[in-house]
């Protein structure tokens, strides 16, 4: 089993529409999460940590269920702009307790007008 | 403020060659990583540097692979002899202390091709 697995899409979506996309990690021990994204020819770059309460950044919404080790992220009134692989990662503490990233394989979004 | 900068953006080579790619982390961050990415893979961990010591590099593939980080400020993946299989793009990424919500800010990459 994947580290951390998603759903690699693609998820095509009108404008306006809203889109949730879901990744479970396999390590219970993992302390941190975050949702990256990555543009087609690009870096990586985060988009928001995900915190145990979960967290709003606009149109962005990060949830985080412990017990089943499941990370969500909601994109409200798709932009054109938001096409582009959302990947889920989660930050594990190998012994050491150093800042080591696992991330998923990404779900590709496109949205079209 | 300056980002990670790695060199060269675009290495085309033929097998068996020698292939170095370079990175200069952000001033400041203790942390290097290099990754490697691909369509079938996406995005692997190849090694982690924390002040300039190799603590994990379980990810890298073979003896073929070779990371070093003489300094703060630099650090070099080497390739030698290359495969075809090796294509792929290289990131370096870099990040503050190891505090467990610190992101890691990557650079461009290196896209690199083996014939």
């Known amino acids: 089993r994947k580290e951390v697995e998603q759903d690699p899409g693609p998820f095509n979506v009108p404008e306006g529409a809203t889109v949730a996309f879901n990744c479970t990690y396999s390590?219970?021990?993992?302390?941190?999460f975050f949702w990256y994204r990555q543009d087609c020819r690009k870096e990586p770059k985060l988009l928001m940590s995900?915190?145990?309460s979960g967290n709003e950044d606009g149109r962005f919404t990060a949830q985080l269920n412990r017990a089943s080790q499941y990370i969500s992220l909601l994109i409200r009134d798709s932009k054109l702009s938001d096409s582009a692989t959302y990947l889920c990662?989660?930050?594990?503490?190998?012994?050491?307790?150093?800042?080591?990233?696992?991330f998923g394989a990404g779900t590709r979004l496109a949205v079209h007008p | 403020d300056a980002g990670v900068i790695q060199s060269p953006r675009h290495e085309v080579t033929e097998m068996g060659q020698e292939v170095t790619l370079r990175c200069k982390p952000i001033s400041g961050h203790d942390y290097l990583f290099w990754y490697r990415q691909t369509m079938m893979r996406g995005l692997e961990l190849l090694i982690y540097?924390?002040?300039?010591?190799?603590?994990?590099d379980s990810g890298m593939p073979e003896d073929r692979f070779s990371a070093k980080m003489p300094n703060a400020s630099f650090s070099t993946l080497k390739i030698q002899p290359s495969e075809p299989r090796d294509s792929a793009v290289y990131f370096c990424?870099?990040?503050?202390?190891?505090?467990?919500?610190?992101?890691?800010?990557f650079g461009d990459g290196t896209r690199l091709s083996i014939l």
């Open positions: 990662v989660v930050n594990m503490f190998p012994s050491g307790g150093y800042n080591k990233l696992i």
């Open positions: 995900v915190y145990s």
């Open positions: 540097f924390n002040n300039n010591v190799p603590i994990d």
């Open positions: 990424a870099s990040s503050l202390e190891q505090g467990s919500n610190q992101p890691q800010h």
């Open positions: 390590n219970s021990a993992s302390q941190s």
